[in-house]
């Protein structure tokens, strides 16, 4: 079974969207500035970056485009290329193709048979 590993927040204005989000909820703020995202720690995370309670996510926030709207969560899987053949035979499309995270993993974007947006996750083996 995959499952939901993260979490993105698209925004408009990010120093406002970071003030927002750090205030009200108290998330560790880490901006990385050379992939233009900034992550969003909502709980604790082991020496693997990994969070410490069980079903706890973390996420991102990065500028709002016009494939990525509204809020995302992504899913975690094995291989992103069957993955994303798969969505593709029932229905669901590409909305933006593979991208590679440096020393991370690979992502993808794609659009469900109702037209939600989520994220793909493979991550790089160690």
Not at 11 to 23: C, G, H, I, Q, S
Not at 84 to 107: C, D, F, R, W, Y
């Amino acid at each position: 079974m995959d499952k939901v590993l993260h979490f993105e927040i698209p925004v408009d204005n990010l120093e406002r969207a970071k003030n927002f989000y750090k205030t009200a909820f108290n998330w560790l703020i880490s901006p990385v500035p050379e992939l233009q995202y900034t992550l969003l720690g909502t709980v604790e995370v082991d020496q693997m970056n990994m969070p410490k309670e069980a079903g706890a996510i973390n996420g991102g926030m990065m500028q709002r485009s016009d494939k990525i709207k509204t809020p995302v969560l992504t899913i975690g899987v094995e291989n992103i290329d069957d993955a994303i053949k798969k969505v593709e035979s029932l229905g669901g499309k590409i909305v933006q193709g593979k991208m590679e995270v440096p020393n991370m993993g690979i992502t993808a974007y794609f659009q469900d048979t109702e037209g939600n947006v989520l994220g793909l996750w493979q991550a790089l083996r160690r």
